[in-house]
């Protein structure tokens, strides 16, 4: 019997199947009382944590990571069971997870440790260096559309810099959170890893509590975490939504466009914040590439035993999804499926063309199967159109010549931009992972995502007596005549630039 199990209803929390409706799980609605006490026991977990050192605690995370691994199936099961998603899909997030709990484990010492940096001739008699200290227990809340891979992006981060984890998942997907923390508890215990199941006001009430968070999920709800921790001053990282556009140029191989155009937009339902939720191609290839998309979607599965993604996890967005194919539709024109595609929870592929740019299905993010495709005379046309959100999240440029992709890249305001793929970044460990603009700030992965999760501590040994006797009260007119005389010697020299 677990403790869901003996609460009254009104506290619990429980999970439903979005493709049968079937319950799944019944988890602890915490509040009040529990949340501090899931803090409290973290607080325990990170001292201990803390004193392990890199080597010990890349050891830990090394086995919690083959426990993690040997109960794949079993998690995969659970992912699906809460989101709806095919095994294979939630397979493939827990094989990128793993990927990224490896890096950060190994890496941490590298990145972390210790590092001196020149002082400069004038204060050649300090040595300096820079280190880098976990804050203590971080708060990780996080979505219910990648329940495993998305939080784990700063958990994994967050622990191998030293931290203890309190993660509370979406209400939606309690389970692999569950799941996850009994791992630890068996693998290395400690309470470093502690799971807060609960709805938004758990969530709330956490933010009060922790030493940093970071948060995945709406633009709209990270503003409210925000405030709420700008009360303390507690840092936060934030993840959140985004209308990422693919831009496709005329000499671009169209076939492995228009696959990454279904992938990116169809897959998981198009319930991934990287998803490509706009196409903007040049104008010359522009009929080819549609037909190519269209060849490929009258493909996809959407019923049966086998299907390509499943359901949408949160009943409501198949509102959101309804109302911009809606809006969609009011400038544009079907390239396939329409209004009758979002009959049930289970959304079929919408493919819909020049659509207006200042219209809803253009500005704001759809979260389902909706594909805009727009017409564009260049590159540099669709770069100005894809920046022309409020989002800056990802951005995929589809063209055979380096030096267009490096000059788009270079201009796409968003955090990470692939080329001639979409999602290629999501394996790299090494490549940090964020927003721009309200897509969000801070970043997870990679060195920037190990040091997102630590305080920067500068220490300034003096290893002998200064010639210039500049920091002390006993300081002569002679040292203040020679600084005088240095000022111009060593920064007044450079030249106006040549125009
Ligand atoms: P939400 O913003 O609704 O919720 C995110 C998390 O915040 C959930 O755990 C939620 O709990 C919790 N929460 C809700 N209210 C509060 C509050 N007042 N204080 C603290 N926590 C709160 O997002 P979704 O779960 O619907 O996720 C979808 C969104 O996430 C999309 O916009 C998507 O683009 C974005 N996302 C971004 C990613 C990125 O890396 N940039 C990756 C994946 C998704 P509960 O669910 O229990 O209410």
Excluded at 96 to 121: E, F, M, Q, Y
Excluded at 176 to 191: F, K, M, Q, S, T
């Amino acid at each position: 019997m677990t403790l869901a199990d003996q609460a009254p209803a009104a506290q619990q929390v429980t999970t439903h199947n979005p493709v049968d409706s079937e319950p799944v799980g019944h988890y602890p609605l915490a509040q009040g009382a529990d949340v501090e006490d899931a803090v409290r026991r973290a607080r325990a977990g990170a001292t201990w944590w803390q004193n392990q050192g890199f080597a010990a605690r890349r050891a830990h995370l090394l086995h919690w990571k083959s426990r993690i691994a040997a109960g794949a199936e079993e998690l995969a099961t659970l992912i699906s069971a809460e989101t709806g998603k095919p095994h294979g899909d939630a397979l493939l997030e827990i094989m990128l997870t793993l990927g990224h709990l490896d890096w950060a484990a190994k890496n941490a010492r590298r990145v972390l440790r210790r590092r001196k940096v020149s002082a400069g001739l004038i204060n050649y008699n300090q040595h300096a260096t820079v280190g880098y200290e976990p804050y203590g227990v971080v708060g990780v809340i996080g979505p219910w559309n990648y329940p495993l891979y998305t939080p784990m992006g700063s958990i994994s981060y967050a622990l191998a810099a030293g931290n203890a984890v309190v993660f509370k998942p979406s209400e939606l997907t309690p389970g692999p959170a569950v799941w996850l923390a009994e791992r630890w508890a068996e693998a290395v215990g400690h309470d470093v890893l502690v799971a807060l199941t609960g709805d938004g006001a758990t969530g709330a009430q956490l933010v009060r509590s922790v030493d940093k968070i970071a948060f995945t999920g709406s633009t709209a709800t990270a503003k409210k975490v925000m405030s709420v921790a700008a009360e303390q001053l507690t840092p936060i990282v934030a993840e959140c939504g985004g209308k990422d556009a693919m831009l496709v140029a005329a000499d671009a191989d169209l076939d492995s466009a228009a696959d990454f155009v279904v992938f990116g937009a169809m897959g998981n339902a198009g319930q991934t914040c990287v998803g490509v939720e706009r196409v903007y191609v040049v104008d010359t290839v522009r009929d080819d590439l549609v037909a190519r998309v269209v060849e490929r979607v009258e493909r996809l599965r959407i019923d049966g035993p086998d299907p390509h993604y499943g359901p949408m996890t949160m009943p409501s967005q198949v509102d959101v999804v309804r109302d911009h194919v809606d809006d969609a539709l009011r400038t544009g024109s079907a390239a396939f499926g329409g209004r009758d595609s979002v009959a049930g929870r289970v959304v079929g592929p919408v493919v819909v063309t020049d659509v207006a740019e200042d219209s809803a299905a253009v500005q704001h993010e759809t979260f389902g199967p909706l594909v805009v495709i727009n017409t564009v005379a260049s590159l540099d046309e669709a770069v100005e159109r894809a920046n022309a959100t409020v989002y800056g999240l990802g951005a995929a440029v589809f063209t055979k010549d380096k030096g267009a992709a490096t000059r788009a890249a270079d201009a796409l305001r968003a955090g990470v931009v692939t080329i001639n793929s979409v999602l290629g970044f999501a394996g790299v460990a090494a490549l940090p992972f964020g927003g721009v603009k309200q897509s969000g700030f801070g970043r997870i992965h990679g060195a920037d995502g190990l040091r997102e999760f630590c305080a920067v501590k500068s220490v300034a040994r003096q290893t002998r007596r200064a010639a210039l006797n500049l920091l002390t009260m006993e300081r002569t007119d002679k040292d203040m005549h020679t600084v005088a005389r240095m000022i111009p010697m060593l920064h007044g020299r450079a030249k106006p630039p040549r125009n």
